[in-house]
């Protein structure tokens, strides 16, 4: 079974924090992606990755950043956490064949 | 971007099927349509993808207008299962890494 998996499900920091989200796909694929999804907003879309090293910033890439060191792995960094940025955020991996994205169950982010 | 419009929520019966519309006006030639749907408390996933034919697969069926500006996800038989957020997405082939997700349809289904 294709598996993406996100290192929280629920996660409670306060403002000013560094914050790491992490996401680790095991089906060897090229292309990750990290989603916020807020009620209205539907998903959209932070950073995506299609190679080790490799990023390209999405939709609302202020106030992240991301790491892609191992092709496996995919992080997502608050270098100093608001409240705005509470909200639910989802991993998502890309291989071949290249319509169909996986995604993690996501993680809650609450920011105090 | 091509965007999509989607119902905000459609209700069905439980065993009926259910059509749940897109309209995608601005679509081009070479944009293929994508739904993926939400279940409560996970990540989307796929369901199905068409360019131009319908499709059918052994979740769903998509059918799509002869011009592409509307296409329709049929469930042919709704279980309460399939209660979830439904998403109609274009995927433009010069940016194949991007998914453009809207607001979705809450598909509601009732016993």
């Known amino acids: 079974d294709v598996k993406v998996t996100q290192s929280s499900r629920y996660l409670v920091k306060r403002t000013g924090e560094k914050v790491f989200l992490e996401c680790v796909q095991d089906m060897d694929h090229e292309n990750m992606f990290w989603y916020r999804q807020d009620p209205g907003l539907g998903l959209r879309l932070i950073y995506f990755s299609y190679d080790v090293k490799m990023k390209e910033k999405g939709d609302i890439p202020e106030g992240y950043s991301v790491s892609r060191e191992k092709k496996e792995r995919f992080s997502l960094i608050l270098e100093s956490a608001s409240t705005n940025q509470t909200s639910m955020y989802l991993c998502a991996s890309l291989g071949a064949p290249i319509y169909e994205q996986y995604f993690g169950p996501g993680t809650r982010l609450t920011v105090t | 971007d091509a965007k999509t419009t989607q119902p905000n929520s459609m209700e069905s019966n439980e065993e009926e099927p259910v059509h749940l519309p897109c309209n995608h006006s601005?679509?081009?030639?070479?944009?293929?349509i994508h739904w993926y749907r939400q279940l409560p408390s996970q990540g989307p996933e796929y369901v199905i993808h068409?360019?131009?034919s319908n499709v059918n697969n052994r979740m769903a069926s998509l059918a799509i207008a002869e011009d592409r500006k509307s296409s329709t996800l049929i469930l042919h038989r709704a279980t309460l299962r399939d209660a979830a957020v439904y998403y109609c997405?274009?995927?433009?082939?010069?940016?194949?890494?991007?998914?453009?997700f809207g607001s979705g349809t809450k598909l509601n289904v009732k016993p």
């Open positions: 997405i274009l995927r433009a082939p010069y940016n194949f890494n991007k998914f453009y």
């Open positions: 601005t679509i081009s030639g070479t944009d293929y």
């Open positions: 068409g360019l131009t």
